[in-house]
């Protein structure tokens, strides 16, 4: 019996109809507790681009518009319920998020005003992007 990560897909959503564009997170309703990216995993049949959107849309309401697949997240030990790999996107939405679906609660946030208690490997995920979006360097693959 083989046994292999789940695929799972975050979804970094930048409001552009607002200021600086910020972010959308989501509070988390179930364990483990605090603020994440909005994402989920992925459905048997379903491609990850399906999924993100799907995600997106369960999770904040909002329809969103992919812009690029960003990085695949693989630590073995980024999410403490089992090992996942998460295929993160960048997206652009307008409109103003509903939190739904597994989210307890749903804020915007700019760069400056993060909050501190952020699940599995999201405050990597965030600092990698902010790299990306503020100074254009992608990550560097962390290779063994």
Request: hydrophobic share 40%; glycine share 6%.
């Amino acid at each position: 019996m083989y046994r292999n990560p789940a695929p799972t897909v975050d979804i970094i959503i930048e409001l552009i109809d607002r200021p600086h564009r910020p972010i959308v997170l989501i509070e988390r309703h179930n364990e483990p507790f605090g603020w994440a990216i909005p994402g989920g995993f992925v459905d048997y049949g379903e491609s990850v681009e399906v999924a993100a959107k799907r995600e997106a849309l369960e999770e904040t309401g909002l329809q969103v518009e992919l812009v690029e697949q960003f990085l695949v997240y693989s630590d073995p030990n980024r999410d403490p319920r089992k090992h996942t790999l998460s295929i993160v996107f960048l997206a652009t939405a307008t409109g103003t998020p509903q939190a739904g679906d597994d989210a307890k609660s749903l804020d915007i946030f700019e760069q400056w005003r993060l909050p501190g208690n952020l699940c599995f490997d999201h405050n990597k995920i965030l600092h990698d992007y902010w790299q990306y979006r503020n100074y254009g360097i992608r990550p560097r693959l962390g290779l063994f």
